[in-house]
């Protein structure tokens, strides 16, 4: 299924299985990027992942041949951050995960406690520490509230599948009876804070992703447009088991570009 293409001023893209895949560019993505900066297109590229800082995130694009400035990535840590500044500003938070998400809960003004915090923030971290996890069900016993970067249970590495953020949250669940809030993709949450980042409107905002229960998902819920590429997590024949469809479905991010 198609649409008639409205005129799109701003993109929201994801990176993992859309621009990138295992640490090297995919076909057309540099072509994609630079032709968003020849046509003055705002955009953001989105990432679920919750370690890396912008900065740190960027130079990881560079090294695969993809200019992304620090300023157009946006993450579920920096989501998170505008969530929790926007609910509580000033407040404190008991912080599992790495620094994209300590820097950007700093960056809000928030205080790293573990004294009475006004939330536990679960993110992703490459070393789960069985103290911190206990420390955060004790915390969220007495009352804290649980907010998690996003609900991915597993994430890529070479040598297979690795816990992920809804993993560890769900053994705080178990642990406490309390369901955390889950600000990242599928949240649509995570759309609106990027689209007031740079200031879009969902009506000429159009979303690039590979996976159907996520990208699309909160795409549609979002009010945007919506492209499946299918270079990353859902093959074509996956589609027509959601009862929701995106505007279009391309084989790659290649067939993005004469879009823009």
Same mark, same amino acid.
């Given at each position: &299924? ?66 992304? %400035? ?32 300590? =820097? ?10 573990? =004294? ?44 297979? %599948?690795? %816990? ?11 642990? =406490? ?8 993709? %599928?949240?649509?949450? &995570? ?13 000429? =905002?159009? &979303? ?53």
């Amino acid at each position: &299924m198609t649409t008639e293409r409205v005129p799109a001023e701003c993109w929201l893209t994801d990176m993992d299985g859309v621009l990138v895949h295992e640490e090297k560019a995919l076909p057309g993505a540099a072509e994609f990027l630079e032709r968003l900066v020849d046509r003055g297109r705002r955009f953001l590229v989105l990432t679920n992942n919750s370690i890396f800082t912008p900065r740190d995130l960027a130079a990881r694009l560079a090294r695969t041949g993809l200019h992304v %400035p620090e300023e157009s990535l946006w993450t579920s840590a920096l989501a998170t951050a505008d969530f929790l500044h926007t609910q509580l500003p000033g407040g404190s938070a008991y912080v599992i995960g790495e620094a994209g998400l300590t =820097t950007a809960l700093h960056e809000v003004g928030y205080v790293m406690t573990d =004294t009475d915090p006004d939330y536990v923030v679960l993110g992703e971290t490459r070393t789960y520490s069985f103290e911190a996890i206990t420390r955060a069900i004790r915390l969220v016993g007495r009352g804290a509230r649980f907010i998690a970067t996003n609900p991915d249970v597993t994430g890529p590495s070479p040598e297979g %599948p690795l %816990p992920a953020t809804g993993s560890v949250a769900a053994m705080i669940t178990r642990a =406490t009876g309390a369901e955390p809030y889950f600000v990242g993709k %599928p949240n649509p949450m &995570m759309f609106r804070s990027a689209m007031n980042r740079i200031e879009a409107h969902s009506e000429s =905002t159009v &979303m690039v992703g590979d996976r159907m229960d996520t990208d699309v998902v909160a795409g549609i819920e979002a009010g945007l447009d919506t492209i499946l590429v299918l270079s990353g997590s859902t093959a074509a024949a996956d589609v027509a088991r959601f009862p929701f469809r995106p505007g279009r479905i391309l084989d790659s991010i290649a067939d993005v570009i004469d879009l823009v």
